[in-house]
């Protein structure tokens, strides 16, 4: 594998349901971040670590748990989400300190 | 919060012909960034630009930064198929990690 890998790729949930989202990087990046992409909106940055720290919450609701064991390894938890918040979760890393990112393919989330 | 307007939201064009998309802010970024994303995946970066003036070239596309460093645009020459995509800019403030997103302009390049 390389550059920045995200699973699954698609994923349909129920409103009670728990799930999460993985993100993988094989770049060497010590920065990864979590993006949602919706239709007709910027991408919106969800959270950010840096050093396996969060330096970044965009207060982002308490449904969406983030969680970042190593500098290669990303997940986003998820729990009793609304429709709403169905959309395309992306992973992006970095170099510490910002600068180019490097995108995964995304999760196409549907919540119903 | 700084904002990044795109233009034209939509472009639909022949195979040959040229276009240009704009980028476009009233604040000043310390660099920005252009990306192109295709249906089903994610953004890929084509260039960065930092330097107020700044002109940089890749194959048929160019890519300008603005003096003040508010404003970029993207000018595609001979638009090929492939060139068809999300095209978004991006802002950096600082190196805080924050990159301020457009919302994209959408390109289809007809053969």
């Known amino acids: 594998e390389t550059g920045v890998t995200q699973t699954p790729r698609h994923l349909v949930m129920g409103m009670t349901n728990k799930k999460s989202l993985k993100c993988e990087q094989h770049?060497?990046?010590?920065?990864m971040y979590w993006y949602k992409q919706s239709a007709k909106k910027p991408l919106e940055l969800m959270f950010v670590?840096?050093?396996?720290?969060?330096?970044e919450n965009n207060s982002v609701p308490s449904r969406f748990s983030p969680e970042c064991p190593n500098s290669s390894h990303l997940f986003l938890h998820l729990h009793t989400l609304q429709p709403e918040d169905s959309a395309l979760y992306l992973c992006?890393?970095?170099?510490?300190?910002?600068?180019?990112?490097?995108f995964g393919p995304g999760t196409r989330l549907t919540v119903l | 919060t700084q904002l990044l307007e795109q233009s034209p939201q939509f472009l639909s064009i022949q195979e040959g012909e040229n276009l240009t998309v704009y980028c476009n802010s009233s604040?000043?970024?310390?660099?920005l960034q252009w990306y192109r994303q295709e249906p089903g995946e994610g953004p890929v970066l084509l260039v960065t630009?930092?330097?107020?003036?700044e002109v940089k070239k890749l194959k048929r596309l160019t890519f300008q930064f603005g003096d003040a460093r508010k404003d970029s645009s993207l000018h595609i020459t001979a638009a090929q198929p492939g060139d068809t995509g999300l095209y978004l800019c991006?802002?950096?403030?600082?190196?805080?990690?924050?990159?301020?997103f457009g919302k994209g302009t959408l390109l289809t390049v007809n053969p």
């Open positions: 992006a890393s970095s170099q510490e300190g910002g600068g180019e990112q490097f």
């Open positions: 770049l060497g990046h010590n920065a």
């Open positions: 670590y840096s050093l396996e720290e969060r330096v």
């Open positions: 604040s000043v970024f310390s660099s």
């Open positions: 630009v930092v330097t107020g003036g």
């Open positions: 991006a802002g950096e403030e600082g190196s805080n990690y924050k990159l301020t």
